[in-house]
């Protein structure tokens, strides 16, 4: 049976609007790109881009030259891979753990957990604890704050609560333990929620700038976030030196040139770049299992 006419106008309505949607969300980063690869003289100029007008290398050349950064983006990798491993894996734990309502001290524990996610004790009162946990000079104090997440162990819990029972009791009466069971039965069935997970922690602790900037105090454990959004600070001291040097005579020409070959502007958009770029890359190996992970996670 054909669809009826209205039926059909209704469908073509809403995809357009899903695609005008998806094209008003993509817009941003591509045009971001664009600037970061088009010259900072054209750039200024504003108007619609796609493609760059004058395409350069310059703004990345910038970005890149000090060797700081490099050091920077390693401590992010290690950081993101490590905390990333370590968080999903205990909350995927205390998840299954949880599944278990004969589980003395279930309810508590639960309460117990939530407490935290509503009430924070204040930038000072962390600082502190930081100090006497002598975090303040290691790496640890961007891994063990963010092994634990509510949301993240609610919604592994959730899926977990879906695997039938007869799986695990039968691995029971085969002789099988508690871990044995979690990790050769509810692991193996639990790729979806893996996958949401992984990319849920990874893209928080990739762009955590907050914890390198308040509470490191090594240069040589920053992130790679932090060190960006303090170039960010030196573009806008650039900037300001550009404005005082514009009635320099003693300046060459060249010097003018690569003045204004880079502006705060267009380094402000290909530190986003940057930054977005890894996040994006690894983005296409999780996303078949993403939206199904969230939704079975999230729904009992």
Not at 43 to 68: D, S
């Amino acid at each position: 049976m054909g669809k009826k006419l209205s039926d059909k106008i209704t469908e073509a309505v809403i995809l357009t609007f899903l695609i005008l949607f998806a094209l008003s969300t993509l817009y941003p980063f591509v045009y971001f790109l664009a600037c970061s690869l088009n010259e900072a003289s054209d750039t200024i100029r504003g108007g619609f881009m796609i493609f760059p007008r004058k395409f350069t290398l310059e703004n990345y050349k910038v970005a890149f030259q000090n060797k700081e950064i490099l050091q920077a983006f390693k401590i992010s990798v290690l950081i993101t891979v490590l905390g990333t491993a370590c968080s999903v894996m205990l909350s995927a734990m205390a998840a299954y753990a949880l599944t278990f309502r004969d589980l003395p001290g279930r309810g508590f524990v639960m309460l117990f957990l939530f407490i935290p996610t509503v009430f924070g004790g204040g930038v000072v009162p962390t600082f502190i604890l930081y100090r006497r946990l002598h975090l303040l000079t290691n790496i640890l104090v961007y891994i063990l704050p963010g092994l634990y997440g509510f949301f993240n162990l609610v919604v592994m819990r959730t899926f977990f609560e879906g695997i039938p029972k007869g799986l695990s009791e039968a691995a029971y009466i085969d002789g099988s333990s508690e871990m044995g069971i979690f990790f050769k039965i509810i692991i193996p069935l639990s790729g979806p929620i893996f996958a949401t997970m992984i990319l849920f922690s990874a893209v928080g602790m990739w762009n955590d700038w907050y914890t390198g900037a308040f509470f490191v105090s090594r240069q040589n454990l920053k992130p790679a976030a932090t060190f960006l959004q303090q170039l960010l600070n030196e573009a806008d001291m650039m900037e300001s030196i550009k404005n005082l040097n514009e009635q320099n005579i003693y300046l060459t020409e060249m010097e003018q040139e690569r003045q204004n070959a880079v502006t705060p502007e267009s380094l402000r958009m290909t530190f986003v770049m940057i930054i977005t770029l890894p996040i994006v890359c690894v983005y296409p190996f999780l996303q078949k299992h993403f939206v199904k992970g969230v939704m079975i996670g999230s729904i009992k």
